[in-house]
């Protein structure tokens, strides 16, 4: 599996494994088999959050938890690329995404230690910021991931949902305190693309403005997630209201004509910006070893 580079020294399998299901709709044991098959497939890259998975009748610590006693079990952390987010665990499970404990520097400093305790580690490879808060002063959380980074509890930093006039808004900040800067963005990104009117709420899809942010800044490496939009290249129609239009019905018709229509997907997104990373997400060893095996790359 190739690797791409985020950072200063972070090399990471183009393919990451997505862990939004693990310890709620995937048990400890079928993930922990999951997280080897990965592994011996030739993967390194795991992606976990503080909040997965509220939505799933969780308390938001689950998939971490489940990925540091895998890493306990089986010694392999020094093998392993782990990044994590914060910002978007529910302070309320009424209210879902509309309240969440946000990116204030006393949220910051609590949930990263928190999330080293569930992943049972002494750092986080890759620390984003899941979404943006704009309550808070961007100087007050960049000037906390700074210091986070300086402390070496975490290595890199990256954000995901944001909007590319913030990401450059931050950058100005980091340029003009000598702080560190993302080194990454995670977005949703596939081959098709929403329409400018869908609501994706609290999700952000990578449109023009970002891809043009990219392509400017190359060290800020895209990190892809919902790549396969929950099998839409295994349809012939449309599945998802918010992709319906001629041209993604034409791209659609064009991928279903490939030999390998999720595998032509992947690598078409992995090649974008430079060389990207996509994060898949399955509970099946069998889909896994179909993706990680058919990946021509």
Same mark, same amino acid.
């Given at each position: 599996?190739?690797?791409?580079?985020?950072?200063?020294?972070?090399?990471?399998? +183009?393919?990451?494994?997505? $862990?939004?299901?693990?310890? /709620?709709?995937? #048990?400890?044991?079928? %993930?922990?088999?999951?997280? *080897?098959?990965?592994?011996?497939?030739?993967?390194?890259?795991?992606?976990?959050?503080?909040?997965? %998975?509220?939505?799933?009748?969780?308390?938001?610590?689950? *998939?971490?938890?489940?990925?540091? &006693?895998?890493?306990?079990?089986?010694?392999?952390? &020094?093998?392993?690329?782990?990044?994590?987010?914060?910002?978007?665990?529910?302070?309320?499970?009424?209210?879902?995404?509309?309240?969440?404990?946000?990116?204030?520097?006393?949220?910051?400093?609590?949930?990263?230690?928190? *999330?080293?305790?569930?992943?049972? $580690?002494?750092?986080?490879?890759?620390?984003?910021?899941?979404?943006?808060? =704009?309550?808070?002063?961007?100087?007050?959380?960049?000037?906390?991931?700074?210091?986070?980074?300086?402390?070496?509890?975490?290595?890199?930093?990256?954000?995901?949902?944001?909007?590319?006039?913030?990401?450059?808004?931050?950058?100005?900040?980091?340029?003009?305190?000598?702080?560190? =800067?993302?080194?990454?963005? @995670?977005?949703?990104?596939?081959?098709?693309?929403?329409?400018?009117?869908?609501?994706?709420?609290? @999700?952000?899809?990578?449109?023009?403005?970002?891809?043009?942010?990219?392509?400017?800044?190359? @060290?800020?490496?895209?990190?892809?997630?919902?790549?396969?939009? +929950?099998?839409?290249?295994?349809?012939?129609?449309?599945?998802?209201? %918010?992709? #319906?239009?001629?041209?993604?019905?034409?791209?659609?018709?064009?991928?279903?004509?490939?030999? +390998?229509?999720?595998?032509?997907?992947? +690598?078409?997104? /992995?090649?974008?910006?430079?060389?990207?990373?996509?994060?898949? /997400? /399955?509970?099946?060893?069998?889909?896994?070893? &179909?993706?990680?095996? #058919?990946?021509? =790359?």
């Amino acid at each position: 599996m190739d690797k791409i580079e985020i950072g200063n020294d972070l090399k990471v399998s +183009k393919i990451g494994l997505g $862990t939004i299901n693990f310890g /709620t709709k995937l #048990d400890a044991n079928a %993930a922990h088999l999951l997280l *080897s098959k990965y592994v011996d497939l030739g993967g390194n890259f795991l992606d976990t959050a503080n909040n997965y %998975a509220v939505w799933n009748g969780g308390d938001g610590g689950e *998939s971490e938890r489940t990925i540091g &006693e895998w890493l306990k079990q089986t010694k392999r952390r &020094e093998e392993m690329v782990i990044a994590t987010k914060l910002g978007a665990l529910a302070t309320s499970k009424e209210k879902g995404f509309s309240k969440v404990e946000g990116l204030k520097r006393d949220v910051l400093l609590r949930s990263v230690e928190r *999330s080293l305790k569930n992943l049972q $580690t002494d750092r986080i490879d890759l620390l984003y910021l899941h979404i943006d808060d =704009f309550s808070v002063s961007q100087k007050e959380v960049m000037g906390t991931l700074a210091d986070l980074v300086r402390q070496g509890v975490v290595k890199e930093i990256g954000c995901s949902n944001f909007f590319a006039w913030r990401i450059e808004r931050a950058r100005l900040i980091c340029q003009e305190k000598g702080w560190p =800067f993302f080194s990454a963005i @995670q977005q949703r990104y596939s081959f098709l693309s929403p329409s400018a009117t869908a609501d994706l709420f609290p @999700q952000v899809a990578l449109n023009r403005d970002m891809a043009s942010y990219l392509q400017n800044y190359p @060290q800020l490496k895209l990190v892809a997630y919902s790549p396969l939009l +929950k099998g839409q290249y295994n349809a012939d129609q449309i599945l998802d209201p %918010a992709y #319906d239009s001629l041209e993604n019905r034409e791209r659609l018709s064009f991928v279903r004509k490939q030999s +390998k229509p999720n595998s032509w997907v992947l +690598k078409h997104i /992995t090649d974008q910006f430079g060389g990207s990373a996509a994060l898949v /997400t /399955t509970s099946s060893i069998k889909h896994l070893k &179909e993706i990680m095996e #058919d990946a021509d =790359f």
